[in-house]
Every structure is written in structure tokens, then in C-alpha cells.
């Protein structure tokens, strides 16, 4: 991590650069779903919108903890912490997967989880 | 005190405590924020009827995206200029900060407050119209407005559950009686229990007037009566079912089990052995009905002479299905939640509701289920036969926009063309065909009903500015259409609270918990703003690491909502 003045300096600028990158891809995300010209997949939401939204998302929300979080030079502590974190918080999203062995509602639909 | 390691690292971890226990604060955040997610994606997908897709006005969402941007940005500069020793620019940077937060909860609060005053009423045939409750009426003994929404009932009867009836239902039922005669419809008969000897008793005779008091009074005894005797009857018949047990399984030990030889070998889980055991338990009671109460009435009917009596639609909702009871003004019924039931004539008392949506996807999602027509279920909707000028102008909002989805859906095919097997290759989306927005209501009204191309619409509607929360009444007066709908005809009715369904509950959940950390949030940094200028001038090191600390979880809270925006307001 920066600590000597120049290297906070040099820091300040590519915070700046950062914002700048977050501002535009939020624009871009809102263009992606609003604007027919950029709307992939079918016309409306589908899944192609979900895929790209959530992308740019993720791309956005990496930048601010590589770079505000400052996670691009840190101790190994914390990726062990925040990494075990991050992989219980997709752990915990992934779950619904599970509601794909319910053989009633999914009865046929997924043949190889319904006929269990 | 000395605290230890808050600036300087310590050797095994290589860091200051303070940021290892943010990190693993930020790491707990993490998976309650990803359970919420998780959730959402549990009732998205299971979800028993239209999701409300791209629902939020997103202006809102946009802007607060980029003050949150903005703030991570600028605190992420008063961090910086304090470890370059500007108190200065630390100061204008961090207020800065703090003004975006509130920033962010005005507008949080100015979405929430629209969400709040804006109602949908369901038919019983799943359509729906979202709008503003008309009347405000004026506020009852208790402070509260209707806002056009009472039940208004003449009641000839009311029926108490004795298990269950809730006394300031009754209180309030009993003060809008006033001086009305209450008298009791049938008589209540109670057994009274003394050691072996039972002995009837008519506590309620059928033609007796009593005062509120009295009956007050006596709906206490009866409760009482009626549950020490469901308390007596089951201790009867656990009794004999236990005999009934002790029986069977005497029978089948002994050498020859008679009537129950079919059952040696059998369990008691088996069906043929609880069968035999049912049947002789019935057979015991009978045997020994003297022990039994039999009259365990669970209800006190009592006669009104009609009195017109208004209450909050949140007790309870008008029967339904009863042929008799499906057109207002006729004989019908008010079933309380506590399972009291109003029986009279309904007044009136439909909701008033200036329309400013009519969606028919619920409906046409239910007439697909059952393999019906989906254009003629939609025509037997209540919504476009109600009569009077707001249901003119519904029938000719719905006429114009189904000129206006054939226009849509011919435009989608010839722009984006068709597959090998004719099918076209984009079609429009349920909401556009089933769907008539606020904003294509002010466009069709400034079209005068004429659609003549299917971006007369677009070229028409509201800008974003005047639709920034949602349907603008203020600035589109006589758009929308002013209707009452009959309260047989409404299967549900609510704002957009989180009781309206799962994704508004989901919603305010999580939105509302990342307000609270925003708050939380601005709350830290205002302290460091506030009351940091002596640590600043004493240790300046352990100020630039707190305020790191703090800077962390201010961009976490930007983070979430990161995902927030797209999830909720785009998708």
C-alpha cells in the first residue's frame, strides 16, 4: 500500500481514473437495459440481460475492492478472510440449485435431477 | 489505556488489529448480503405469478449509484489527505461524504414514500390496477384516514368464534352500534361439569336483548364453557383411544386374538391396525357418551336491527363464491380475522381508485394454466366492464393500446426479421402486451386514442425527469381514469409495502438494510469529521488508520450497492 507522499499522489490519480471507469460502466449498464439497440438476447429481459448485468456488476464491484479496498497490495490474512467470505456468500447463492431436486415442481423439466 | 497494534502491525498477521477485525466485520456482511441475494433468486424463480420486472422507476437507482460512486471516490481522498497531513482538504473531502449519504437517503426516502402511496387492487379474476386511493376521508376516533377504503355494512347478524374473537374488533363493533338493540339469535347451551353429573344449562336464550355490557359478559362465559369443554372432550376421547390400545394389543398377545387375529404380526404403524383401533376408539365413546360433551358450540350468534356499521378493510375481507353474495348492495358477509362474521347488506363501499396501470399478466398467466383463451378471459375482466366515464376511458385505454401491441409486435418482426421456421426472431414482452403503463397512458391521451405507429408512444410518454418516481398525478391531471371497483370484486388489495408480495418484501428488505448501513456509515465518518481534529493534531497515524477503517466499509456499503441497482431496478 502507497505511503510515502509520492506514492499517494500516484495513488490519488488512478482513484480518480477508477471513479471515472465506475461512473462509465454504470452508464453502460443502463444502456444495456433500456435501450433497444443494445438489448441482446430476446427483446426484453432475459437471461443474456441478467448474464451481462450481473457481469458488469462484478467487474464493478472488483474494481472497488482491488483498488478502494486497496485488496490489489494487501496481506495474506485478508484474502484467506475475505476470500472464505466470498466463497460462503456464493455458496449461500449457488443454494437455490438445490430447489432443482424438488422432483414435483421440476418434474420432467430437468431430467437428471427430476426422476429422483 | 495503551491499546496494542492499532497502528503498528503486528508480527503474525503483518497488519493493525483494527483492519483485520473490519475485514472479518466486511467478511460477515459478505454472507448476510449474499443470503439475501440468495433469497431473491429463491423467489424469483418460484414465484406464482408475474414478477415484477423493471418495475422501479430507475432514475432514482441511477442517480444514487453515481452519489455513491462519488463517495466512495471522495473518501477514499480524505484518507489520502490526511496521510499527506491536509486537514483541510480532509475535512472538505469527508463532509463531502457525508452529503452524498444524505443525499442518497433522500432520495431513498422520496422513492419509499411514492411506494407507499401508490395501491394496486386485485380482482377475483387476477387483474390488476395500480393507482392513488381517490377520497382521503376524514380521520375516524382514532386519527386514521381510509383514504376512500372502509367496509360499509349493514349487519342483521354477527356471528363470534368463541376461540378466537378479539375484543377491540368487538369494542369497535359494539360503539358504532350505539343504542341499537342486540339480541341473541340462538340459544347457547352448556353442560356443566360436577365430578360424574353433568347438568344443561342455557346461558344465551334466543330472543333476549342484553346491553353491550351484558354481552360482553356473556361471550366471556361462553368462551370459557366452550373450552374447558373441548378440553374435557379430548381428555374423554384420548381416553378411549387409549383403551381402545390397551385393547387391541391385549388381544393380539393373548393365544387366540378373536375379532383382531387378522392383526397378529401387524405394527402400529401399519394402516389395517390403526383402522381396527379408530373404530373401536369410536365405538368406546359411544359406549360412554355420558362422559361426553357434546355441545361444544364454537360460535354466539347475536341480531342487529341493521345498523350500518364501517370498518378498517385490514380486519377481514367480504365473502366470496356465494352466488348471492357476488353483487354489491345485496345480502352478504364480513368475515373479521378473527373469524367473526358480519352478516347484512353490503353498502357502499368499493374502493375509489384513480387508475394509473392496468395489468393483465396474472390473469393471462392463470387463463394459460387452464388452457383458455387468453384474449377472451381478458374481455370478461371486471375491470373493462365497469360502467360511468373512468370505465370509458379504461375500455378505450385498452382498445388503444391493443392497436398499439399489433403495431409493436409487426415492427419487432420487420426490424429484427424471422427464423427458418417463420417464427419471428424478437416478440414483445409479456408487459408490453398485456400491460398498459402510466406512461403509455399520457401518451395515448395526448394521441387522443390515435395510434397510429408504434413509436407514437415513445415520442409521446413522459420524459424520465417527470416520471422520477414513478406515475406523476400532479403534472398529467384527467389522465387517469377515476373508477370505484366493488368490493366482491377485489380478491386483494394493498400499497406497495412489503406485504404486496415477495419482491416488494424482498425489496424493502434489502434496500432497507443497506439504508440503515449507509446511515451507519455516514454516522462513522461524521464522527471522524466532527471530533478528529485533537487526534489529528495528537496521532495523526492512528486518525488516517481509523479513517481507512471507516473508508472500507463506506465502499463496501458501495459495493452492495453495485449489485443492488441492476438487480432490482434493471432486471
Same mark, same amino acid.
Given at each position: ?18 471513479? /471515472? ?33 450481473? /457481469? ?8 472497488? /475492492? ?32 438445490? /430447489? ?17 | ?39 431473491? @433468486? ?60 444524505? *443525499? ?6 422520496? =422513492? ?62 359494539? #360503539? ?23 347438568? =344443561? ?7 333476549? *336483548? ?36 390397551? #385393547? ?25 391396525? #390403526? ?36 370498518? $378498517?378493510? +385490514? ?19 364480513? #368475515? ?40 377472451? +378471459? ?10 360511468? &366515464? ?30 427458418? =421456421? ?9 408487459? $408490453? ?54 368490493? &366482491? ?16 418484501? @424482498? ?33 495523526? =497515524? ?30
Amino acid at each position: 500500500m502507497a505511503n510515502s507522499p509520492e506514492e499517494i499522489k500516484k495513488a490519488v490519480k488512478l482513484y480518480t481514473y477508477i471513479g /471515472a471507469l465506475l461512473f462509465v460502466f454504470t452508464v453502460i449498464t443502463y444502456l444495456v437495459a433500456t435501450q433497444p439497440i443494445l438489448d441482446f438476447g430476446g427483446h426484453g429481459f432475459d437471461y443474456v440481460d441478467a448474464i451481462i448485468g450481473i /457481469a458488469i456488476a462484478a467487474f464493478k464491484a472488483s474494481l472497488v /475492492a482491488l483498488i478502494f479496498m486497496h485488496l490489489n497490495h494487501e496481506k495474506k490474512s485478508i484474502y484467506w478472510i475475505f476470500l472464505g467470505a466470498l466463497f460462503f456468500g456464493v455458496v449461500l447463492i449457488l443454494l437455490f440449485a438445490f /430447489a432443482f431436486l424438488d422432483p414435483i415442481t421440476f418434474e420432467g423439466m430437468m431430467p437428471e435431477f427430476g426422476k429422483g | 489505556m495503551e491499546i496494542p497494534y492499532i497502528v503498528n502491525p503486528r508480527k503474525d498477521t503483518g497488519l493493525n488489529n483494527s483492519k483485520i477485525a473490519i475485514w472479518l466485520f466486511l467478511a460477515s456482511e459478505v454472507m448476510l448480503f449474499g443470503g439475501l441475494f440468495s433469497s431473491y @433468486i429463491f423467489l424469483r424463480i418460484f414465484a406464482d405469478y408475474p414478477w415484477p420486472e423493471r418495475a422501479l422507476p430507475v432514475l432514482p437507482g441511477l442517480v444514487n449509484t453515481f452519489i455513491l460512486i462519488a463517495s466512495s471516490v471522495t473518501v477514499v481522498f480524505a484518507w489520502a489527505a490526511l496521510k499527506l497531513g491536509n486537514w483541510k482538504k480532509f475535512v472538505g473531502y469527508m463532509s463531502f461524504t457525508i452529503v452524498c449519504a444524505g *443525499v442518497f437517503m433522500v432520495f431513498k426516502g422520496i =422513492e419509499y414514500y411514492h411506494k407507499f402511496h401508490h395501491h394496486a387492487v386485485q380482482t377475483t379474476e387476477f387483474t390488476t390496477v395500480e393507482g392513488h386511493l381517490h377520497k382521503e376521508s376524514a380521520p375516524d376516533e382514532h386519527g386514521h384516514t381510509h383514504g376512500g377504503n372502509l367496509f360499509v355494512l349493514q349487519t342483521n347478524e354477527i356471528k363470534f368464534a368463541l376461540a378466537s374473537y378479539y375484543m377491540p374488533y368487538l369494542d369497535e363493533i359494539l #360503539k358504532r352500534n350505539g343504542d341499537h338493540e342486540i339480541k341473541f339469535k340462538d340459544n347457547y347451551i352448556v353442560t356443566r361439569v360436577n365430578g360424574d353429573k353433568y347438568q =344443561e344449562e342455557i346461558i344465551a336464550k334466543a330472543g333476549d *336483548v342484553v346491553t353491550p355490557e351484558q354481552l360482553k359478559v356473556v361471550l366471556a362465559e361462553a368462551k370459557e364453557y366452550y373450552i374447558s369443554a373441548r378440553t374435557h372432550n379430548q381428555k374423554v376421547r384420548t381416553e378411549a383411544l387409549r383403551l381402545a390400545w390397551t #385393547k387391541i394389543r391385549t388381544a393380539i398377545k393373548s393365544k387366540d386374538a378373536g375379532d383382531y387375529n387378522e392383526l397378529v404380526g401387524l405394527n402400529q404403524y401399519d394402516d389395517a391396525m #390403526k383402522v381396527a383401533v379408530a373404530k373401536l376408539h369410536t365405538k368406546l365413546i359411544k359406549e360412554n357418551a355420558t362422559g361426553i360433551l357434546l355441545n361444544d358450540a364454537d360460535s354466539l350468534v347475536v341480531a342487529l336491527d341493521g345498523t350500518t356499521i364501517k370498518l $378498517d378493510p +385490514e380486519w377481514g375481507r367480504f365473502g366470496q363464491g356465494d352466488p348471492k353474495n357476488t353483487k354489491e348492495g345485496t345480502k352478504t358477509s364480513l #368475515k373479521l380475522k378473527d373469524s367473526t362474521v358480519l352478516s347484512g347488506v353490503a353498502g357502499d363501499s368499493g374502493i375509489e381508485i384513480d387508475v394509473d396501470a392496468i395489468d393483465f399478466r396474472h390473469l393471462v398467466m392463470k387463463a394459460e394454466e387452464r388452457d383458455l383463451d387468453v384474449d377472451v +378471459e381478458i374481455e370478461k375482466s371486471p375491470i373493462l366492464h365497469i360502467k360511468g &366515464e373512468g370505465g370509458d376511458k379504461i375500455r378505450k385505454l385498452w382498445a388503444t393500446h391493443k392497436v398499439w401491441r399489433d403495431l409493436f409486435t409487426a415492427h419487432l418482426t420487420e426490424k429484427y426479421g424471422e427464423d427458418e =421456421e417463420g417464427q419471428p426472431n424478437r416478440v414483445p414482452t409479456e408487459v $408490453d402486451l398485456y400491460r398498459v403503463t402510466w406512461k403509455q397512458m399520457v401518451a395515448y391521451e395526448r394521441l387522443d386514442y390515435k395510434v397510429e405507429s408504434w413509436d407514437d408512444v415513445e415520442n409521446n410518454a413522459p420524459t424520465l425527469i417527470e416520471g422520477f418516481s414513478g406515475a406523476n398525478h400532479k403534472a398529467f391531471p384527467g389522465v387517469f381514469p377515476n373508477v370505484i371497483i366493488p368490493r &366482491e370484486q377485489i380478491r386483494f388489495e394493498s400499497a406497495f409495502s412489503p406485504k404486496m408480495n415477495n419482491y416488494y418484501a @424482498i425489496y424493502f428488505t434489502i434496500t432497507g438494510l443497506h439504508g440503515l448501513h449507509v446511515i451507519g456509515g455516514a454516522l462513522v465518518l461524521g464522527y471522524y469529521l466532527f471530533f478528529g481534529y485533537g487526534m489529528f493534531k495528537s496521532n495523526p =497515524e492512528w486518525l488516517a488508520n481509523r479513517v481507512e477503517v471507516g473508508g472500507l466499509f463506506w465502499h463496501f456499503v458501495d459495493l452492495v450497492w453495485i449489485f443492488v441497482f441492476p438487480i432490482f431496478y434493471l432486471m
